[in-house]
């Protein structure tokens, strides 16, 4: 995708994205579970074209990034023995905002 993948002491997010620059802007210093799942919404921005941080694109980013990481099989095995949704994030190694987006999306949420 061309893409540059910086990481800087931001404060404002985990991740920006800056179309103009075709860049990706991680924040240092997050855990690596977080830093992967920020890279994988900051790829999603760009590979759905967006061009600003509007409410809707950031769900979509979220929707994208999590299908990318997450497999679906995997992610009912694990719900078989995960005990709640922060154990499976662990287990998945996302976020737990991107397991949350992935079970609402494929109705597993309950």
């Not at 990706?24 to 999603?44: F, M, P």
């Amino acid at each position: 995708m061309g893409l540059t993948v910086v990481h800087a002491p931001i404060r404002t997010a985990h991740e920006l994205w800056l179309p103009e620059r075709n860049t990706i802007v991680v924040r240092s210093g997050l855990r690596r579970v977080h830093d992967r799942s920020a890279l994988a919404h900051g790829i999603a921005h760009a590979m759905l074209g967006h061009e600003d941080a509007r409410p809707k694109h950031e769900v979509q980013a979220d929707r994208v990034a999590a299908s990318n990481l997450i497999d679906l099989d995997e992610c009912r095995e694990v719900m078989k023995w995960a005990p709640d949704c922060a154990r499976l994030a662990r287990e998945l190694d996302v976020s737990t905002r991107l397991a949350r987006v992935f079970l609402n999306v494929h109705g597993l949420a309950g």
